[in-house]
């Protein structure tokens, strides 16, 4: 009985990875963009770049599996 719960927790941990659903970095970033244009903040840019790419900047999101990073930087364009 206990190998059998064994197993079947092993699979269920092989499972999840494909369970999870990636969200593509442009549907993430709106969504982004949007919550922190509710909190009123009009000067500031969000962009997607490579995770081996972010140094020193502020991390707002991870999108691509992990592969991207949605970064939030102050000043650029006023945003309507």
């Known amino acids: 009985m206990l190998k059998a719960v064994k197993i079947i927790f092993v699979s269920m941990l092989f499972c999840l990875p494909a369970m999870a659903q990636v969200k593509p ?3 993430l970033k709106s969504e982004i963009d949007e919550k922190i244009r509710k909190k009123g903040a009009e000067n500031y840019t969000l ?3 490579p995770t081996d790419q972010v ?3 502020t991390v707002v999101g991870s999108c691509n ?3 991207d990073k949605i970064v939030y930087a102050r000043g650029g364009e006023k945003r309507p």
């Open 55 to 57: 140094g020193e900047r």
């Open 65 to 67: 599996g992990g592969k």
């Open 25 to 27: 970095c442009e549907e």
């Open 47 to 49: 962009e997607i770049v």
